[in-house]
């Protein structure tokens, strides 16, 4: 199918993108690098009169390092995001999460920003964010707000961004030395969203965990922060008892439903098993950190 006629705008700033959004209001839609949107409009699940197109809006490209946290404008695409030398260095998680999303074309187009606005609990960013306590800039007509990412994210393609808002950029607290990670993802071949992920971030004092953050992707609604697996590990050693138990409260979280990636119960026999993984993984990088 080809999407129903509508109305193309180029904004060259964001105050003319905000202007376009609130004189066009529920009619428009905003338009990132479109491997979302564009599928739906083809579809007609989505009918926009007015297509908003963000790709000439430098100011919400980027990745920079400015007090003590990271900032990455929300049009940067996964491509960049592999290949910055600062990623790499200050927050390989991020690295480590954009290259297991879809294919090398998709990562060419496919943007930071785009990927947290649309709410998909199948999209790896937002499981990545919550490991890694980020927060979002939304720019709106009352101005800029800052939320935090967990929270963000209030069902399938629901969020807390409002009508007439976009998010302009995304902050990440720059993780301390020591900090383990890991993004475990099952998927049933490249460019396939995961059967079942998880995203976790480590660190040890004294031979115990003091921290530890699990969010679990395309395993519920929305994407899903195992609290009680983070909780059972808090001041523990790691070793085996541990892993089992955090592998057991985080299937817990889950309520996957049955497609064609499997049934409930395997989906959630998943999830545990990529929590074991990337616990276990991000146990080993904390234990040995590479340097950068």
């Not at 879809?102 to 199948?122: C, E, F, I, K, N």
């Not at 720019?139 to 808002?165: I, K």
């Not at 003091?210 to 395993?219: C, D, G, P, Q």
């Not at 697996?229 to 085996?240: S, T």
Request: hydrophobic share 45%; proline share 7%; net charge negative.
């Amino acid at each position: 199918m080809i999407p129903r006629p509508f109305e193309y705008h180029a904004p060259d700033s964001l105050p003319e993108a905000l202007a376009l959004l609130g004189q066009h209001g529920e009619a428009a839609r905003l338009l990132a690098g479109g491997h979302s949107l564009l599928p739906m409009m083809k579809l007609r699940f989505a009918q926009p009169d007015h297509l908003i197109d963000l790709g000439r809006l430098a100011e919400l490209k980027g990745i920079r390092e400015e007090g003590g946290a990271l900032w990455i404008g929300a049009m940067t695409t996964e491509n960049e995001l592999i290949w910055s030398t600062l990623l790499r260095a200050r927050c390989p998680l991020l690295v480590e999460g954009a290259r297991q999303i879809a294919d090398p074309q998709v990562r060419y187009r496919g943007t930071l920003g785009g990927d947290l606005s649309h709410g998909d609990p199948g999209n790896d960013h937002p499981a990545l964010m919550i490991a890694l306590d980020a927060s979002f800039v939304l720019q709106g007509p009352a101005g800029e707000r800052v939320v935090p990412a967990d929270g963000f994210f209030v069902g399938t393609y629901a969020t807390l961004l409002d009508p007439g808002e976009i998010m302009t950029g995304v902050r990440i607290p720059l993780p301390p030395p020591g900090t383990g990670y890991c993004y475990a993802k099952l998927k049933r071949k490249t460019g396939d969203f995961a059967t079942a992920a998880a995203a976790v971030t480590l660190r040890l004092a004294g031979g115990n965990i003091e921290h530890v953050r699990i969010a679990l992707t395309n395993v519920g609604d929305t994407v899903i922060r195992a609290v009680d697996a983070e909780q059972a590990l808090l001041g523990q050693p790691f070793g085996a008892h541990a892993l089992d138990e955090a592998a057991r409260l985080a299937m817990a979280a889950c309520a996957p439903v049955a497609d064609l990636r499997g049934d409930a119960d395997y989906k959630r026999a998943m999830a545990g098993e990529m929590t074991r993984r990337a616990l276990d993984t991000a146990y080993e990088r904390a234990m040995n950190p590479v340097q950068p």
